[in-house]
């Protein structure tokens, strides 16, 4: 009870909101390496897995590849791109360029797999129907796998946030900001309320996005799905 006391006097104290290294400021800091990262990821993974969910070829390569991707701790990551980084840019090498690396290949296997399984789900005899009126393979990808797939292409999404949102505290050892700062300086500093304070604050930001990617999912459900889904209930 004693360290949720001060953890919370820590978070409600006025000085914590306010100044460089306030809470704000530390948020926005997190924010703006996990969106471009998930975003970037995006850009990668999203077609990819499209390609591969449509025409099923390389499949199983491309999969193994992306998680090859999880196999690697972002830790080591951060360890292998610094040295580098460090030569391509003394200022962002340090704190930006390897984070930024190393939470976007975090993001790339659920995006990937998310969107391959969300492609490779929609029923063939659609698919087949659409062929037999004549759509293009690119209309049959855009205008009906992928609008079927929509929900499950945003799981992965979700998947992604969440992990990124997570893992990106480790910006923090390479000299990063974020919400990360707090918890490395509270076991420097051997201040408990702080690095409490810190880990309270990146869960609530991934639980932030948790709850809106599951509703983003839900509201990417096409319409005729959910009647079914709702007339297949058992009464």
Request: glycine share 8%; aromatic share 6%.
């Amino acid at each position: 009870m004693e360290i949720l006391t001060a953890t919370i006097a820590w978070l409600t104290t006025a000085a914590r909101w306010q100044g460089p290294d306030g809470i704000p400021t530390r948020m926005l800091e997190h924010l703006e390496i996990a969106i471009p990262s998930v975003l970037a990821a995006a850009l990668v993974a999203l077609p990819v897995g499209a390609w591969i969910g449509h025409t099923g070829r390389y499949a199983a390569v491309a999969i193994n590849v992306a998680n090859l991707g999880r196999a690697i701790p972002s830790y080591a990551v951060l360890a292998i791109i610094l040295p580098i980084s460090l030569r391509f840019s003394p200022d962002l090498g340090l704190s930006v360029i390897p984070t930024f690396t190393a939470m976007w290949l975090l993001a790339i296997p659920p995006i990937l797999i998310g969107t391959f399984a969300g492609i490779r789900a929609v029923d063939r005899d659609l698919v087949e129907a659409a062929r037999g009126l004549g759509l293009t393979e690119v209309q049959i990808l855009s205008e009906v796998e992928l609008p079927l797939a929509l929900p499950v292409v945003a799981g992965g999404l979700r998947t992604a946030a969440v992990q990124v949102i997570a893992t990106a505290t480790l910006g923090a050892v390479v000299a990063y900001g974020g919400l990360g700062r707090y918890i490395i300086d509270g076991i420097a500093r051997n201040e408990d309320d702080r690095l409490m304070a810190g880990v309270v604050l990146v869960a609530g930001m991934a639980i932030t996005a948790e709850l809106a990617f599951a509703l983003l999912q839900r509201a990417l459900v096409p319409r005729g799905l959910r009647r079914v889904a709702v007339h297949a209930e058992p009464t």
